[in-house]
């Protein structure tokens, strides 16, 4: 019944979580961050999961730019940790960003999910990340060729869950919002989104978080595996 399939790419199909510690602890020991007051790779990757939520957060509210993310983010890190020195905070930005979309670990199934589908439909990305770096963990992950269109915050000036981005996404691949679906692990972006926009959703909830829910999605999975059953 869909002539168009939308995927989240953050924490639904790059591995978000193991790909960050990775890059987080090769920057830890690269700058001996141990020296500088910060205890273990562990304290600063829990750490930084905290301050980047926070930040990303704002983002998508439009209450802070990327350039304000992508400056603040290992200054306030620091400070939580007790480390005032921030001499090198702007060259740890670049090394985390650098090398963590560099790393190729997907989330279970991923692969086998995408073969199955790739011949069947047209496969998209609707993503709050920024194009340069989606791009880059995509090709590094080995699933870029999978996709048609790259959907952001950039190229389509909204960001999820504006209806916008939806909005932007059915025009550019000429399809019916009901004529589609969006798979994504975010309830309140990915979900709630494109919900609004009149899309069918499935929620990826490898984790079975509890939340509160202002409807029911059309499906909920998880593992994505699952996939093969619903499309």
Same mark, same amino acid.
């Given at each position: 019944m869909?002539?168009?399939?939308?995927f989240?790419?953050?924490?639904?199909?790059?591995d978000?979580?193991?790909?960050?510690?990775?890059?987080?602890?090769?920057?830890?020991?690269?700058?001996?961050?141990?020296e500088?007051?910060?205890?273990?790779?562990?304290?600063?990757y829990?750490?930084?999961?905290e301050?980047?939520?926070?930040?990303?957060?704002?983002y998508?509210?439009?209450?802070?730019?990327?350039?304000v993310l992508?400056?603040?983010?290992?200054?306030?890190?620091?400070?939580?940790?007790?480390?005032h020195?921030?001499?090198?905070?702007?060259e740890?930005?670049?090394r985390?960003?650098?090398?963590s979309?560099?790393?190729?670990?997907?989330?279970p199934n991923?692969?086998?999910?995408?073969?199955y589908?790739?011949?069947k439909?047209?496969?998209h990305?609707i993503t709050?990340?920024?194009?340069?770096?989606?791009?880059?963990?995509?090709?590094?992950?080995?699933?870029?060729?999978?996709?048609?269109?790259?959907?952001?915050? &950039?190229?389509?000036?909204?960001? +999820?869950?504006?209806?916008?981005?939806?909005?932007?996404?059915l025009?550019l691949?000429?399809?019916?919002?009901?004529?589609?679906?969006?798979i994504g692990?975010?309830?309140?972006?990915d979900?709630?989104g494109?919900?609004?926009?009149?899309?069918?959703?499935?929620?990826f909830?490898?984790?079975?978080?509890? &939340?509160?829910?202002?409807?029911?999605? +059309?499906h909920?999975?998880?593992?994505?595996?699952?996939?093969?059953?619903?499309?």
């Open positions: 869909y002539k168009h399939l939308f989240d790419l953050d924490h639904t199909l790059w978000h979580n193991t790909n960050s510690k990775l890059a987080l602890d090769e920057v830890y020991q690269h700058y001996h961050l141990q500088l007051g910060i205890s273990s790779s562990a304290q600063f829990l750490t930084f999961n301050v980047n939520h926070q930040l990303w957060d704002l998508e509210q439009g209450k802070i730019s990327q350039s992508r400056h603040e983010r290992f200054r306030m890190i620091f400070s939580r940790l007790g480390c020195d921030h001499s090198l905070c702007d740890i930005t670049e985390y960003i650098h090398t979309v560099r790393k190729p670990h997907l989330l991923t692969t086998k999910v995408l073969d589908l790739f011949p439909y047209p496969l990305i709050n990340g920024f194009i340069e770096i989606q791009e880059v963990k995509m090709s590094f992950g080995g699933i870029k060729h999978y996709f048609r269109e790259i959907i952001t915050s &950039q190229n389509s000036g909204y960001k +999820k869950p504006d209806v916008g981005i939806f909005e932007y996404a025009d691949v000429g399809a019916k919002a009901s004529e589609c679906i969006m692990d975010s309830f309140q972006s979900i709630v494109a919900n609004k926009a009149g899309i069918d959703t499935v929620f909830n490898p984790d079975g978080r509890k &939340q509160e829910r202002t409807f029911v999605p +059309k909920e999975v998880k593992d994505l595996i699952e996939l093969k059953r619903i499309l």
